[in-house]
């Protein structure tokens, strides 16, 4: 299916393998969770799969992944395995059939998706009993001098280049409403062991980083680097990365 342009903004492609480098992995307990609330374990749509660090976890708990994203360079940089099935398509026009999903998740995107439409589509292709997953994360922590930094850099440097969409993100997705009955859900963090080398390679994945970099000319994180070396201290040295996932599952159980 061609994907409409009109409907997708893309903020990933221009990083798609920086992406797929440093982008930190979701906890494994998260996927066994969402596994568990499943009716069945035939099918998982991952929208807005990036380069498939949902898609493959996914791959242990279900036959087969429908992976889609709107970013042919993101599929291109995309992980392989044999029960995915990668789609170029936008979230709210996919070539899903009718009723085919027992777990829809959405990682890190849904505040770039036209929300109402993606949820329009989702009713259509979720299984009677069937989840869908949402979730997000927003700025990591490392140490109190580090946090600070990143915290300025995030407000006041890259204040201006975030798109509105990333609101939703600071807000915890609370102003989105689910089309679902929500189902209370456990807590999760994702978590890395880093050098100073894979932290700035993740900040580089920002969208407002490639925002700003597109508009200056220049790279926001020189910026920052002489005062994140200074806190970090050795650039070798490695320690633990954090981020809290705001997550969010509802099911159509209910329905009739």
């Not at 900040?203 to 790279?219: G, I, M």
């Amino acid at each position: 299916m061609p994907v409409e342009k009109s409907e997708f903004k893309d903020y990933f492609s221009t990083q798609a393998n920086a992406y797929r480098a440093y982008r930190p992995a979701y906890p494994q307990e998260l996927f066994t969770y969402l596994a568990a609330l499943a009716p069945d374990d035939t099918l998982a749509w991952d929208c807005a799969c990036g380069t498939g660090q949902i898609s493959l976890p996914l791959t242990e708990y279900f036959q087969k992944v429908i992976a889609t994203d709107a970013s042919q360079e993101q599929i291109n940089n995309a992980v392989h395995h044999p029960k995915i099935e990668y789609r170029i398509e936008t979230a709210e026009h996919s070539s899903l059939s009718n009723h085919c999903a027992d777990l829809i998740v959405v990682g890190q995107a849904l505040h770039w998706f036209d929300i109402e439409a993606f949820f329009t589509e989702a009713k259509r292709v979720l299984k009677p009993n069937g989840i869908v997953a949402v979730w997000s994360y927003n700025l990591l922590t490392v140490t109190p001098q580090v946090d600070e930094i990143i915290d300025d850099f995030d407000k006041n440097i890259l204040g201006e280049y975030w798109a509105p969409e990333r609101k939703l993100v600071e807000n915890g997705y609370k102003d989105i409403v689910l089309p679902f009955e929500a189902i209370t859900t456990e807590t999760f963090t994702m978590s890395e062991t880093w050098d100073l080398v894979q932290l700035v390679g993740y900040l580089s994945t920002w969208s407002a980083v490639q925002s700003f970099r597109k508009q200056q000319q220049n790279d926001p994180l020189e910026l920052i680097k002489d005062k994140l070396q200074s806190a970090w201290g050795s650039p070798t040295n490695v320690k633990l990365v954090r981020w809290p996932l705001t997550l969010a599952i509802c099911t159509n159980a209910s329905l009739p």
